[in-house]
């Protein structure tokens, strides 16, 4: 069971200029995510609700998270970041546990997967957490090897 935050949090989609659909002071760090989405975008295109999403809670943003594509051969791939301030607070495993019920509102019958670096670590223990299975080895572009994490479809 997801452990209460404090405050809500809510999701805002990163839209496909790479904005969010909200009126936001976006940092430098801010910025970098959307563009980095805008670009993820112009890859896979842009099929709501596959796509990017900051986490607000209050004023403050704190993550982003997102599907890396529409889903393919009946599995889609999720990533979650917390903002280094807000690290600890439930916050990537509230974001993750998100997409998964996005994911299987959307489409009950697709696999939701996730990459972590090949060790022990703090996501390893959000997915762990959600129900996800580490099924063995994969690949990221941006860090090499992974561990591949596979969660089942959702109920019917």
């Given at each position: ?13 990163i ?6 659909d909200?009126?936001i ?113 994969g ?18």
């Open positions: 069971m997801l452990r209460e935050l404090p405050t809500v949090i809510q999701l805002i989609e839209g496909p200029s790479g904005l969010p909200a009126a002071e976006a940092s430098e760090l801010i910025q970098s995510v959307c563009q980095a989405n805008q670009s993820l975008y112009q890859k896979t295109g842009f099929h709501p609700p596959w796509i990017a999403y900051l986490a607000q809670r209050g004023d403050d943003l704190v993550g982003t998270c997102a599907f890396k594509s529409p889903p393919r051969e009946g599995k889609v791939e999720v990533a979650y970041c917390t903002f280094p301030e807000y690290e600890g607070q439930g916050i990537a495993t509230w974001m993750t546990g998100q997409l998964i019920a996005i994911g299987h509102q959307t489409s009950p019958d697709t696999i939701i997967t996730a990459n972590t670096l090949p060790q022990r670590n703090a996501s390893t223990s959000i997915l762990e957490k959600l129900g996800f299975n580490h099924v063995g080895k690949h990221d572009d941006e860090v090499g090897t992974t561990w591949f994490w596979e969660l089942a479809p959702g109920p019917e």
